[in-house]
């Protein structure tokens, strides 16, 4: 896809609440680690729920270009990895994004060995797999790091053996990955120091549907005893956590009224408390959340955190909103090094905001006005939007290609809501989306 001025483009015209309901798709993070972890199965596997998103349409490409068998309708993908005749994704799909180090763990778990390059993904700040390469080593394999590919084998023949892990700092990705590699080592592997995120949890929920013995997961001691086979599942992917606090944020922002539906609200419990703070209205129940602006929005301070704290991928449309709330917000991120870049586009809008390494000081504006602005990574994108919603006159946004890796129809779901954004594939062409 073309980048910059003369490639696709979103147009939004801004000062629109948004009110109705929307139905949340499923997870992209959780999803992108199960279609991973389907490779270690001795059988063919059913996934259903899968998002309509960029990173998922790759990741399935990826397993095929490993020999696995992938048939996708609708939002089901049969996936018989037993075709598999490549431990070595291909390098330009691989880099594409950050989901391709679970490939690491799940070939390494499967067949004892690994090739993968660097990973890609979005520009927000350092994520070493550092932590990865230590678990695996630990569990047997013999690991080199060297010009950016990580071959990965076991000394044991084709097979890890369990150990005890202790993570040097909370990694979500460290501790999927490290899951993948162990659910069929020799003997238990504890896992200490280990991430609680729902899509930890969802990881291990589908390893044990199709056999695997994990205990612990969502607690930070994970327990798993290998085991030699996995057979066969169906499984259907969790809500996404983030489209459905971007909802949520989106219609707080916009002083709308949204119901958002097949969500898991208990996941969204630091989201809510803040927006409670800022004096919006969340009420919850069932699989179903309702946003209601009381016509206030007050500052507040917050700072990122692994779950249950606040979570990091909200961080940047909740701060768009801040913008132009009462007062002066202090917003500290302390997972990621490099996201605050979006702040840099909204200021082009009008937005006042300080940031000193990783704290950023955000004072509030009566409105924000529409511009033009450029989307960084997945989340810059979604908060461009945020801020393009709740501004006076047009906003034009450059790269929404970044939106669509995470977002499922997004711009289509906003305008079913009330929103007015035009899609243009370039300068010459363009639709409103969900026209």
């Known amino acids: 896809m073309v980048e910059g001025a003369n490639g696709p483009r979103w147009i939004i015209e801004g000062g629109r609440p948004l009110s109705g309901a929307v139905d949340i798709g499923g997870g992209k993070n959780p999803a992108l680690a199960v279609i991973a972890a389907s490779l270690l199965c001795d059988e063919q596997v059913t996934i259903e729920n899968l998002p309509y998103i960029?990173?998922?349409?790759?990741?399935?490409?990826?397993?095929?270009?490993?020999?696995?068998?992938?048939?996708?309708?609708?939002?089901?993908?049969?996936?018989?990895?037993?075709?598999?005749?490549?431990?070595?994704?291909?390098?330009?799909?691989?880099?594409a994004l950050r989901a391709s180090s679970y490939l690491l763990g799940a070939l390494l778990g499967r067949w004892g060995q690994a090739e993968t390059p660097y990973p890609g993904g979005c520009d927000i700040g350092d994520r070493a797999l550092d932590q990865h390469i230590k678990g695996m080593r630990a569990l047997g394999a013999a690991v080199t790091d060297q010009y950016g590919v990580i071959r990965a084998k076991a000394r044991r023949g084709d097979r890890l053996v369990g150990a005890e892990i202790y993570l040097d700092m909370v990694t979500v990705g460290g501790t999927i990955n490290l899951l993948l590699a162990s659910c069929r080592a020799k003997g238990q592997t504890l896992l200490f120091n280990a991430a609680k995120?729902?899509?930890?949890?969802?990881?291990?929920?589908?390893?044990?549907?199709?056999?695997?013995?994990?205990?612990?997961?969502?607690?930070?001691?994970?327990?798993?005893?290998?085991?030699?086979?996995?057979?066969?599942?169906?499984?259907?992917?969790?809500?996404?956590?983030?489209?459905?606090?971007?909802?949520?944020?989106?219609?707080a922002a916009t002083d709308g009224d949204v119901t958002i539906r097949g969500c898991i609200p208990t996941h969204m419990e630091a989201l809510s408390a803040k927006l409670l703070e800022m004096g919006v209205r969340v009420d919850d129940h069932d699989d179903v959340i309702r946003v209601r602006s009381t016509g206030i929005r007050r500052a507040l301070t917050l700072k990122t955190q692994v779950y249950p704290g606040f979570p990091t991928d909200l961080q940047q449309p909740m701060t768009a909103m801040l913008c132009a709330a009462r007062g002066v917000s202090l917003v500290t991120e302390t997972i990621f090094d490099s996201r605050f870049k979006h702040l840099r586009e909204l200021a082009r809008m009008g937005a006042k905001a300080q940031v000193m390494d990783r704290v950023a000081v955000i004072e509030g504006v009566p409105e924000l006005t529409g511009a033009?602005?450029?989307?960084?990574?997945?989340?810059?994108?979604?908060?461009?939007?945020?801020?393009g919603l709740m501004a006076r006159g047009a906003t034009e946004i450059l790269n929404p290609h970044y939106i669509d890796r995470g977002y499922e129809y997004f711009a289509e779901k906003l305008n079913a809501l009330g929103a007015r954004i035009i899609k243009e594939d370039s300068r010459e062409g363009q639709a409103e989306a969900g026209a």
Not at 61 to 87: M, Q
Not at 227 to 248: C, F, K, N, R, W
Not at 372 to 387: K, M
Request: proline letters at 4%.
């Open 372 to 387: 033009s602005l450029t989307a960084t990574d997945l989340r810059a994108g979604a908060a461009l939007v945020v801020a």
């Open 197 to 251: 995120e729902p899509h930890v949890v969802e990881v291990a929920n589908f390893l044990n549907s199709m056999g695997a013995r994990i205990k612990g997961a969502g607690t930070d001691v994970i327990r798993v005893t290998g085991v030699d086979s996995l057979h066969g599942t169906s499984y259907a992917i969790i809500p996404d956590q983030i489209e459905t606090g971007t909802m949520m944020i989106a219609a």
């Open 54 to 95: 960029e990173d998922a349409r790759v990741m399935l490409e990826l397993l095929e270009c490993l020999g696995t068998k992938v048939s996708r309708c609708g939002r089901s993908a049969v996936i018989d990895p037993r075709t598999v005749c490549r431990c070595a994704p291909r390098r330009d799909l691989a880099q």
